[in-house]
């Protein structure tokens, strides 16, 4: 069965670190991938679509790079707004539309 | 600016129909958009229900699919999920969403709801 994997499940970091989380499919999506951001208790906001296209209004820290099964989401300099649930999404192989499992980034 | 909010009962009991409403406001959901319904149980991730077109075209979570049916209300701006025959398994927050088209092929949805709870309980 097709798959999407992200790495790692939670992550602890501090104000102004680098962070990189990571997603993995188990067969080629091209460029099919986009990243969302969940803060407790509010729906999923589009940060990145198109593997590496920011959508309008997200702030140029984010950044995301990968082709075929691996995919990157990289947060430059975290902020304290940043600390929230990150998920990939897939739309190569549908139905269904598929999520990763989730990334929560925590304050170290 | 397109803004979406879901209603509907908080409570349906076993073996019931859910039944949720997405209104859409300050835009019209005759344009070429598609309108999205997605859940997430509690402490869970994001699981994609389905979608339609404004023309009544749509696409089901083929794990779903015998259970769903999502409709649109052109008279009334709005588009509706169905969950017949649920369980406690269909507890979850139930949110809407919608992709433009240019966006389609990436499902890219930039717009939500804040989202529903349902309890599905006797």
């Known amino acids: 069965d097709f798959q999407v994997t992200q790495s790692p499940s939670s992550l602890s970091a501090s104000v102004g670190d680098r962070v990189t989380i990571t997603c993995r499919a188990s067969?080629?999506?091209?460029?099919?991938l986009n990243w969302y951001q969940q803060r407790p208790g509010t729906a999923p906001r589009l940060l990145i679509y198109a593997t590496s296209n920011l959508q309008s209004g997200v702030p140029s820290r984010f950044s995301g790079s990968g082709s075929g099964t691996d995919f990157t989401l990289t947060i430059s300099r975290l902020q304290p707004e940043d600390f929230a649930t990150y998920y990939c999404?897939?739309?190569?192989?549908?139905?269904?539309?598929?999520f990763g499992q989730g990334t929560r980034l925590e304050i170290k | 600016q397109v803004r979406l909010q879901e209603s509907g009962p908080g409570l349906v009991k076993p073996s019931g129909t859910l039944s949720l409403t997405c209104a859409v406001s300050g835009g019209s959901i005759n344009n070429t958009d598609w309108w999205i319904w997605v859940r997430q149980a509690p402490g869970k991730g994001l699981e994609w229900i389905g979608e339609?077109?404004?023309?009544?075209?749509?696409r089901y979570n083929p794990s779903l699919k015998s259970r769903v049916t999502i409709s649109v209300d052109k008279s009334r701006n709005q588009f509706s999920l169905k969950l017949r025959s649920v369980s406690a398994a269909d507890t979850a927050v139930y949110f809407c969403?919608?992709?433009?088209?240019?966006?389609?092929?990436?499902?890219?949805?930039?717009?939500w709801g804040r989202g529903t709870a349902v309890t599905v309980s006797s």
């Open positions: 339609v077109y404004h023309s009544g075209t749509t």
């Open positions: 969403s919608r992709i433009v088209a240019a966006k389609y092929y990436f499902y890219a949805m930039d717009v």
């Open positions: 999404q897939q739309s190569y192989t549908t139905p269904p539309i598929t």
């Open positions: 067969q080629s999506i091209t460029n099919y």
